[in-house]
C-alpha cells in the first residue's frame, strides 16, 4: 500500500485463502457490530454482495451478534432485475444473510424494479442522519466499489445515485455465472455513492482471488484516482482490507510484508 499522505491509514491483511480470509473478516465484522450495540444500543452496517462476500457472511452469521438490533443497508442493486433472478442482490442477502439473522431491527433493501429517481429519493432519506457503523465491501475486477465503476463519482453527495455498468464490470458478472449471456446483466444499477460508502465509522474489505489481483495493485499502489475507484480507501481513517495470498500477489512484497497476519 501507498501511504501518500499522512492521514492514510488503511491496513491490509493477507490471509492465506478466501476461506481464512472470510474467517477474519467476518469475526472482524461482528466485533464492531458488537461494540456498536454496547455503546449506542443499536448498530447500523452496510452490506455489499458478490462472490467476494461468501466466506465473510458465512462467519459473520455464525458469530454472536444481538441482531434485532442491527440494522442493514444494502450497497447496490441492478435496476429492472426480478427477485426471482439468481443474481439479484436482495435475493442474495435475503438467503445469505437476512434469514440467517433471524430478524433485523430494520432492513432497507434497494429495489431496483421501482422507479430509479424515486427509489434513490427513498433511500436517501433513509439513510440520512444515520451514523453507520460498518460497511463491509468488495473491490470489483474493474476497481469498483458499490458498482461506482471507473471514472466514478468523487464528487455527488447524494446517498444513492444511477449509474451505468461498464463492459468489464458486466463481464464479471458474466464470468462469476450469475447470468447466462452478456445481453442478460443489465446495464444500469442504483449504487451507494462513494462519498456516502466514506462516510461509514469503519470499513472492512474483503477482496479474495486472482481475478482482483490488479485492481488490488492498481487502487493501492496508485495515488488516489477516480479512475481506480476503490483506492479512495487510502483516505479512510478506519478500514482494513483483507486480501487473500492470490489476490495480493501482485503487490510489492515488501509493502505486504509490513503487514502480513
Ligand atoms: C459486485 C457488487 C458489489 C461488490 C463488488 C465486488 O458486483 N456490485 O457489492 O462489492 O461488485 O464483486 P464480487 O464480490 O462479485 O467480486
Redesign the pocket.
Known amino acids: 500500500m501507498i501511504c501518500l499522505s499522512i492521514t492514510c491509514q488503511m491496513k491490509i491483511i493477507v490471509k492465506s485463502d478466501p476461506a481464512d480470509l472470510g474467517k477474519k473478516a467476518g469475526s472482524g465484522a461482528a466485533q464492531i457490530i458488537r461494540a456498536a450495540i454496547k455503546k449506542n444500543g443499536f448498530a447500523n452496517i452496510i452490506l455489499?454482495?458478490?462472490?467476494?462476500?461468501f466466506e465473510t457472511l458465512n462467519q459473520l452469521t455464525r458469530e454472536e451478534v444481538d441482531w434485532k438490533q442491527v440494522t442493514m443497508f444494502h450497497?447496490?442493486e441492478y435496476i429492472g432485475l426480478p427477485e426471482s433472478s439468481p443474481a439479484s442482490?436482495r435475493k442474495y442477502l435475503k438467503e445469505r444473510f437476512i434469514q440467517k439473522t433471524g430478524g433485523l431491527r430494520q432492513v432497507h433493501l434497494i429495489n431496483g424494479e421501482n422507479n430509479p429517481a424515486e427509489e434513490c429519493l427513498r433511500l436517501n432519506k433513509i439513510i440520512s442522519n444515520t451514523q453507520i457503523d460498518l460497511a463491509l465491501?468488495?473491490?470489483?475486477?474493474n476497481g469498483?466499489?458499490?458498482?461506482n465503476d471507473p471514472p466514478a463519482d468523487f464528487k455527488t453527495e447524494e446517498a444513492f445515485i444511477v449509474v451505468n455498468l461498464d463492459e468489464k464490470?458486466r463481464r464479471?458478472?458474466l464470468g462469476?455465472g450469475w447470468f447466462h449471456e452478456i445481453g442478460d446483466v443489465p446495464r444500469q444499477?442504483i449504487?451507494m455513492s462513494v462519498k456516502q460508502i466514506m462516510k461509514s465509522a469503519q470499513i472492512i474489505c474483503s477482496v479474495p482471488?486472482s481475478?482482483?489481483a490488479q485492481a488490488v495493485k492498481d487502487c493501492f499502489e496508485n495515488p488516489v484516482s477516480n479512475l481506480f475507484p476503490a483506492s479512495i480507501l487510502q483516505q479512510h481513517p478506519h478500514c482494513v482490507c483483507f486480501l487473500d495470498k492470490f489476490s495480493s500477489a501482485l503487490l510489492e512484497k515488501n509493502l505486504i510484508d509490513m503487514n502480513i497476519q
Open positions: 455489499a454482495t458478490g462472490t467476494s462476500q450497497l447496490d442482490f465491501l468488495g473491490i470489483g475486477e469498483h466499489l458499490g458498482f464490470c464479471q458478472q462469476e444499477a449504487t482471488d481475478r482482483k
